[in-house]
């Protein structure tokens, strides 16, 4: 029946979102995991009610319902007499792929659905609850249960709640705040509670306990690598909330530290991936020669000189004046490794590591902690970029020739001794990223990437991301993700002849692929400029 054993820890919601997502980016149709829902919550009625010959099913008009109803189906299969309550009309049920098994299921002849426009509807069906039904599935509300429960649902629940029949429900007991346990209003008292791929936090609750009954976990078929390997689901963790009173830098002051007189692009880069990436302030903190390179380079960036031509312990003032104001701190590109500079570069990160900033660590001044054996600043909030060699400078070991899953688990071992918690991405054919907890392998990306200058756009787009996301890996992950992605559409229009800034000008695109924010651009923009738009067919009105 495809149990899975309850050990395996809880997920939130949102977490939940993102396997969904990854799942489908991997092949996998929502419509089998529906399936694979539906068939399991049937299954496990059958088995501990196998002498209830009749089912009611109460479904919602989202996909908790639709998992609700393809249980309907099977159970009918399986010579059950099933009613299914339909809480709204079949028209009203429009999410996918629940609307395709409520019209799959109105095509047999055995599927009775009943619509409940209202409370008073619903009432005129009571009989079914108190005194027809051998068992009651809920599958009212799932994890999309939003704020007070309403009518028709919330009469559903009563009604469930006053039956005396077995009541098994679907993922959540309907009303229960999936990551909380919370019942805010009402919620169904189940006595067993079907759950998918992994309990939700809000299920193991003390709390949750009256209301979940037993719980049981069904493997729907999301595979690991829905969690494992980054995917669009995993852009489910930034915020896109830029509210009409933002104001400048409430998405981020970056503080980008590097370059030297050898190296004077690599900086300008990262800072160029970071602003693209929707930084606000990105500063670039370099040598004289450097800054002054950029601003006449570019009007996007600024740029702060430092004396001298390298970064050194007697220039390294106004760099700790900037990342005290900063968001994150991103140091490495093109920096050269001068006694100085690396003096320099542990004066910056101890400093940054104290404010409890959020640092991204890349190419020289990866080299410098491993030279000066620095593995002590590698703290929560650090992430590390290295490529093979680079690794090798900072921990001492070659990486070894091992497959991408067996190379995560290796890099997890390395952090969990080097420096738990901070966040290695070992750039790669597959990326490679531990905190050393966990892991996240990365396939986007080809092989015209190897060109100079694309892991300083990796830094820029991280160094953003480690503003936008919570949790230090997952913004590694996605950095690497949207990255590669880049590369990966500038490759497909140019073949193998890519330059950094060919990635760099294809990020908003990578992004807007998966996430699509026009409709939230367009509900943002001043009223009569948006009404001279519809009117001039330059938008699409509703
Ligand atoms: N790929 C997927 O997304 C999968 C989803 N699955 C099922 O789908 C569920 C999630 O589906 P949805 O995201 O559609 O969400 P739900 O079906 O949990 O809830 C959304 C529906 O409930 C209504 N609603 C929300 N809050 C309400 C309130 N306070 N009062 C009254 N009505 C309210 C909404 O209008 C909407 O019709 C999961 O819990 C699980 O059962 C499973 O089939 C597995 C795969
Ligand atoms: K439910």
Redesign the pocket.
Known sequence: MGLINMSSEAISVLE??VL??N??YLGID?RI??E???RGVAQIVSSRWPNAGKVLVVA?????????I?AGRYLYNWGKDVVIIL??RVS??R?E??ATNLKICLNLLGCRVMEARDELELLSYQDYFIKWADVIID?????????????P??AAIDLINMSKAPKVA???P??LD?DTGDVA?KAVKADLTV???KA?RGLIADKAKPYVGELVVVD?G?PKEAELIVGPGDLNYLTYARRLDSKKGDFGRIAIIGGSRDYTGAIALTALASLITGADLPIVYAPHDVAHDIRSQTPNLIAVPLEGEVLSKDNVGPVLRGIERANVVAIGPGLGLEKTTMEAVYIILETAVKLGKRIVIDADAIKAIGIGKKLNLLKPGVVLTPHAGELRELLGIDVPKLNPIETGQWLKEQVSKCCPGSVILLKGNTDVISDGSRIKLNMSGNPGMTVGGTGDVLTGVLATMLHRVNDPLEAAAIAAFITGVAGDLAALELGYHLTPMDVVNRIPKAFSIFINTKGIIEEALHKPLREYLIKHQLIKGE
């Open positions: 939940m979102r969904d997502a799942t489908a929502s995991l529906m694979n829902a539906g919602g008009l989202g996909n908790n319902g639709g998992d609700g393809v809480l709204g009203d049920m999410e792929p629940a599958a009212i509300l799932g994890i999309g249960v939003k704020g007070r429960i309403r009518q649902a919330s679907v993922d959540i309907s009303g999936p209003d759950t998918m791929h939700k729907i999301i």
